[in-house]
């Protein structure tokens, strides 16, 4: 069993007083970040990242013309153009969706998470949100329910899994969402096969009437498109949490010891911060602290919240991702394999 620092470890008899101190630590950081928000523009909290959101839906219309090409510099710069937009659709897009961060209203939230879910991401908007919000982020690294266990297949190979795997995720997806639906109200399911197929359908006949490619041409470019990017998509995944302590149900430390020691920020890097979403590369700590901030906040109050934990004396993990699948490569066995020890952050439970 992995401990930490002697200076947490638990004592029987435990100072009120500071266990108060250690749970206002939260509420003093919240009321930064937060006075930081509301001084904020319209731009700044959601602005930013639709504009880029809508970037990659304006650019679909050439990505579809330049497939259209019989020469192979084109068609290569139309299928990398498509590949690029559908990741920033349906990785970041679904993940903002998720947590409710392109709208204030609620309606609209609802609206967007189907759509870029659904339709977009061709998996459940309900399932989605419940694995993600309700249990990733509500218990992150707690053994069996946050600690990206969906993302493990301990029988694969370490190669196989790390990049051969990922690749089959545009298959994988929409089956998953399908036996997701068991148990679900009954025009939950109907809709949601029927924004899952609208979503692949309408991809497809664009490619066919649009672009003008036959059958099994169309199907290969929407299979590349959609895995353009998915092996790094599941390195992220995992590299942020797996490899870090990890807790059990009962016992689990407070919030922002919680989310401090158990998630980490990759490098600022231009084209998977474009495509990803900072709060998903290199400001995933404060996601995690703030999971309902747009990439752009997150990315504003980095500075706020870095300081703060480093000033409290708490860890602020950052690696690059290199270095995160050398290890990950070197210790798949211990990591993805075997169930990860349960870290003990004693005496701040």
């Known amino acids: 069993m992995q401990s930490l620092p002697e200076e947490w470890r638990e004592n029987e008899n435990t100072d009120p007083q500071k266990e108060e101190e250690k749970e206002s630590l939260m509420m003093e950081l919240t009321r930064l970040v937060q006075k930081t928000v509301r001084e904020s523009s319209w731009w700044e909290q959601r602005g930013v990242d639709c504009t880029i959101l809508a970037v990659a839906f304006i650019s679909l219309p050439a990505a579809f013309w330049l497939l259209a090409s019989c020469q192979v510099l084109y068609f290569t710069l139309g299928l990398l153009a498509m590949g690029v937009a559908h990741t920033v659709i349906t990785v970041k897009g679904t993940h903002l969706a998720s947590h409710g961060a392109l709208s204030e209203s609620l309606a609209w939230r609802h609206f967007w998470a189907i759509f ?77 096969v029927v924004c899952v197929c609208v979503g692949v ?18 199907l290969l470019v929407m299979l590349l498109s959609r895995a353009m990017f998915s092996v790094p998509y599941i390195h992220v995944n995992i590299f942020q949490h797996i490899g870090l302590p990890m807790f059990s149900l009962t016992r689990r430390p407070k919030r922002i010891y919680q989310m401090s020691h158990g998630v980490l920020n990759l490098p600022r890097n231009p084209l998977l911060d474009w495509m990803f ?73």
């Open 201 to 218: 359908c309408a991809q497809y006949m664009l490619l066919c009437c649009v672009s003008g490619l036959e059958c099994s041409s169309a």
């Open 116 to 192: 870029f879910i659904e339709v977009c991401g061709s998996f459940t908007a309900r399932a989605g949100v419940r694995a993600h919000v309700k249990m990733h982020h509500a218990h992150t690294n707690v053994i069996g329910l946050g600690d990206s266990s969906t993302w493990k297949v301990p029988f694969l190979p370490r190669s196989v899994y790390l990049f051969i795997a990922p690749l089959a995720l545009p298959i994988i997806t929409p089956i998953v969402a399908m036996k997701q639906l068991k148990g679900q109200p009954l025009w939950v399911a109907v809709r949601t």
């Open 277 to 349: 979403g900072h709060s998903l590369i290199n400001c995933h700590v404060e996601h995690h602290l703030f999971p309902t901030l747009s990439d752009n906040m997150c990315l504003k109050v980095k500075p706020i919240v870095s300081q703060y934990l480093k000033a409290k004396s708490l860890p602020y993990q950052e690696d690059s991702y290199l270095a995160r699948l050398y290890l990950f490569f070197h210790k798949y066995q211990e990591l993805m394999v075997f169930a990860p020890p349960i870290t003990e952050l004693v005496g701040v439970q």
